[in-house]
T-cell receptor, first 113, second 115 residues
Framework: AQKVTQAQTEISVVEKEDVTLDCVYETRDTTYYLFWYKQPPSGELVFLIRRNSFDEQNEISGRYSWNFQKSTSSFNFTITASQVVDSAVYFCALVDSSYKLIFGSGTRLLVRP | EAGVVQSPRYKIIEKKQPVAFWCNPISGHNTLYWYLQNLGQGPELLIRYENEEAVDDSQLPKDRFSAERLKGVDSTLKIQPAELGDSAVYLC?????????????FGPGTRLTVL
């Protein structure tokens, strides 16, 4: 069965600190896709990144970077030089052959000025 | 391009009352999803439509929940009768098609409070 675990329930950092959000997943499929979504206080889930299981290359987008390691079934997300606007709940999610988007329970990030 | 539209944004009802939520997906998106998000949890799929056909409703509590997507565009999710435990956020999402790699675009959700 598919499962996504985000062990960090809440993280609090001071602005400009770097922060890493952990994500561990389980699936029996060899082909699958991993996602990160951001949910600000407004409630709307905002897509951040998609990664397929055959592409382990790390990705950087501005202050955001993602580290995908199949050997440990992890897809971690790092925010460099965090800002107050980064405060939100972040969800890691998985889709495999079931076509269902399975979300983790989310990590609430609070960036304090 | 307009995003996924949901209404109402908030709804407060008493238990045993009926309630309905409406969703208008992004134009051209064939696949539509309804999710339930409890406080402090990630969204959980209730039902998925491909055009007007419900292709996965295994997670929908059919004794009290129903959904429809007439003409393959807008969708309505109904609860009758509502119970206290139904208090949650109901999210609608859409994607261009039923492929596992497709990004799902989410609406702002309807926050339901059952008293």
């Amino acid at each position: 069965a598919q499962k996504v675990t985000q062990a960090q329930t809440e993280i609090s950092v001071v602005e400009k600190e770097d922060v890493t959000l952990d994500c561990v997943y389980e699936t029996r499929d060899t082909t699958y896709y991993l996602f990160w979504y951001k949910q600000p206080p407004s409630g709307e889930l905002v897509f951040l990144i998609r990664r397929n299981s055959f592409d382990e290359q790390n990705e950087i987008s501005g202050r955001y970077s993602w580290n995908f390691q199949k050997s440990t079934s992890s897809f971690n997300f790092t925010i460099t030089a965090s800002q107050v606007v980064d405060s939100a709940v972040y969800f890691c999610a998985l889709v495999d052959s079931s076509y269902k988007l399975i979300f983790g329970s989310g990590t609430r990030l609070l960036v304090r000025p | 391009e307009a995003g996924v539209v949901q209404s109402p944004r908030y709804k407060i009802i008493e238990k045993k009352q009926p309630v309905a939520f409406w969703c208008n997906p992004i134009s051209g998106h064939n696949t539509l999803y309804w999710y339930l998000q409890n406080l402090g949890q990630g969204p959980e799929l209730l039902i998925r439509y491909e055009n007007e056909e419900a292709v996965d409703d295994s997670q929908l509590p059919k004794d009290r929940f129903s959904a429809e997507r007439l003409k393959g565009v807008d969708s309505t999710l109904k609860i009758q009768p509502a119970e206290l435990g139904d208090s949650a956020v109901y999210l609608c999402a859409s994607s261009p098609g039923l492929a596992e790699y497709n990004e799902q675009f989410f609406g702002p959700g309807t926050r339901l409070t059952v008293l």
